[in-house]
């Protein structure tokens, strides 16, 4: 049976590393702007206060780990009050060595590592539309571990880096997303999948995206009365099941649109569609533009 979570991240797509060291001590304070991309930090000792933009204070210690999959604006901070210093991630030229913020001599207060990375795909708000603003996760010894690593793979200019960089991202996008499936995540593919019976639904759409499903045959395998599955899968993945079917295969159409010498007609039968223009009607419709169209700029 097909694995959603890992074809949802192979499909993103993660690159492009890069990982600093952090540090404070005393009365310090820093605010960033907006940033867009996924951010993630560990911290390695001590404690600090974090304040995510419409989201409440957290206090951050030794062994938390934090993703922030579209780093809104931030501050982070010592105990103390102090006006924070203000920090542009889109203008300023990334530090070569730690960042120390604050009281520059003696033992700090906190040392995180942080980073940030880019998702190559353009379906990035998939994963977004998944998670909280903030993900929160503390004693996940694992985490903290791949976050050490990348920093590691990072700083140094070893064979095969980029490659595995972008292995250490994907499963650490993987375990920070499988720590919060569940009725404790918010309503998306990983609440769903926390769902044994609607879990069995996904995984068969996944595992066969282009069978002509409908909610009935759905709510079959899934063991559930048509109208129960149909309410229970909404809630908890936020959209109804034929509209997250057609989601995740516009997703997959695009990702095939963006490989050379692909035939419209097999790209139409391999997400579930009879022909190239009925495909080509749906997908315009999802997306705004033709398949031929979104093929050649994403190819430009």
């Known amino acids: 049976m097909a694995d959603p979570l890992s074809q949802l991240i192979q499909l993103l797509r993660p690159k492009t590393v890069f990982t600093k060291g952090i540090s404070g001590a005393g009365r310090w304070a820093v605010r960033y702007s907006e940033f867009g991309q996924p951010s993630f930090c560990t911290v390695v000792a001590g404690s600090c206060r974090l304040v995510v933009d419409g989201t409440a204070p957290v206090t951050l210690q030794a062994g938390d780990f934090v993703l922030l999959p579209t780093t809104p604006g931030f501050t982070l901070s010592g105990f103390e009050p102090v006006q924070p210093t203000f920090i542009d991630p889109k203008v300023t030229s990334a530090p070569v060595d730690e960042v ?14 942080g980073g940030y990375f880019l998702l190559e795909s353009p379906d990035a708000g998939l994963l977004v539309s998944l998670l909280p603003t903030l993900v929160h996760l503390r004693g996940i010894e694992r985490l903290s571990t791949l976050v050490r690593l990348m920093g590691d793979e990072a700083s140094n200019e ?3 880096r980029d490659l595995v960089l972008g292995r250490l991202v994907e499963i650490l996008l993987v375990e920070a997303l499988r720590s919060i499936q569940g009725e404790g995540a918010t309503p998306g593919l990983l609440r769903g999948l926390g769902d044994p019976r609607l879990a069995t639904a ?3 759409i996944h595992a066969d995206p282009a069978h002509p499903w409908t909610v009935a045959e759905l709510a079959s395998d899934a063991a559930l009365s048509r109208s129960v599955f149909f309410d229970r899968f909404t809630r908890a993945v936020g959209v109804p099941p034929m ?14 649109l963006r490989q050379r010498d692909v035939d419209l007609a097999a790209i139409a039968e391999r997400v579930g569609y009879r022909s190239a223009s009925t495909f080509s009607t749906a997908f315009s419709r999802h997306v705004g533009q033709p398949p031929g169209r979104y093929a050649r700029l994403a190819l430009a």
């Open 100 to 113: 120390r913020h604050g009281r520059a001599d003696g033992e700090p207060d906190v040392r995180l590592l």
């Open 243 to 256: 509209e997250y079917l057609l989601v995740w295969r516009m997703a997959l159409a695009k990702d095939l």
């Open 202 to 204: 996904i995984r068969a």
């Open 158 to 160: 070893r064979p095969g």
